[in-house]
């Protein structure tokens, strides 16, 4: 009889159900980019692959064939002609100069579903030369933090890269 109390006891016992998020297309604000900035897609991407390759103040040889032929794979830069190549190169490069804030407005720019892929581009750009130091780390995570990219995704891509990079 004692367990019939107890599963009687269990009757009305609190059951939690996940509740559902309602429809928002709020979320889609985080999906575009700020259409007030002055930064174009290929501006921001060139710039951020850019700062890989002089992250530790200099660009090795390897880094500079990387981002060469990035700008014949890549869809954002190989429709650009070798004079709209250079003249995105010199905007890119005055903005660095000029703006304390290059990094979070190039970023701000990107569409939502490149900065895995931007991530991934600048940390292959860092491991090209066969070495990361501190000052490609301090870059790569400073662009992170700038970035929506999970610490999962960024663990499995520099356990990728790392290997790759490194035979």
Same mark, same amino acid.
């Given at each position: 009889?004692?367990?019939?109390?107890?599963?009687?006891?269990?009757?009305f016992?609190?059951?939690?159900?996940?509740k559902?998020?309602?429809?928002?297309?709020?979320?889609l604000?985080?999906?575009?980019?700020?259409?007030?900035?002055?930064?174009?897609?290929?501006?921001?991407?060139?710039?951020?692959?850019?700062?890989?390759?002089?992250?530790d103040?200099?660009?090795?040889?390897?880094?500079?064939?990387?981002?060469?032929?990035?700008?014949?794979?890549?869809r954002?830069?190989?429709?650009?002609?070798?004079?709209?190549?250079?003249?995105?190169?010199?905007?890119?490069?005055?903005?660095? *100069? @000029?703006?304390?804030?290059?990094?979070?407005? !190039?970023?701000?720019?990107?569409p939502?579903?490149? %900065? +895995? $892929? =931007?991530?991934?581009?600048?940390?292959?750009?860092?491991? *090209? @030369?066969?070495?990361?130091?501190?000052?490609e !780390?301090?870059?790569?995570?400073?662009?992170?933090? %700038? +970035? $929506? =990219?999970?610490?999962?995704?960024?663990?499995?891509?520099?356990?990728?890269?790392?290997?790759?990079?490194?035979?």
């Amino acid at each position: 009889m004692s367990e019939l109390i107890e599963e009687a006891g269990d009757l009305f016992a609190p059951v939690t159900t996940q509740k559902k998020q309602p429809f928002s297309l709020k979320e889609l604000v985080a999906e575009f980019p700020n259409s007030q900035s002055d930064w174009s897609i290929p501006e921001s991407f060139f710039c951020l692959v850019l700062s890989a390759a002089l992250a530790d103040g200099r660009m090795a040889q390897q880094e500079s064939e990387e981002l060469k032929a990035l700008s014949h794979r890549s869809r954002i830069l190989r429709n650009l002609d070798p004079n709209e190549l250079a003249a995105l190169n010199r905007t890119v490069v005055k903005r660095r *100069a @000029d703006r304390p804030e290059w990094m979070s407005e !190039a970023c701000r720019a990107l569409p939502h579903d490149m %900065h +895995l $892929s =931007v991530f991934v581009h600048c940390l292959d750009i860092c491991l *090209a @030369d066969g070495a990361m130091v501190a000052a490609e !780390a301090e870059f790569l995570e400073t662009l992170l933090e %700038h +970035l $929506s =990219v999970s610490e999962d995704d960024a663990r499995q891509a520099t356990r990728i890269l790392s290997v790759k990079n490194r035979y």
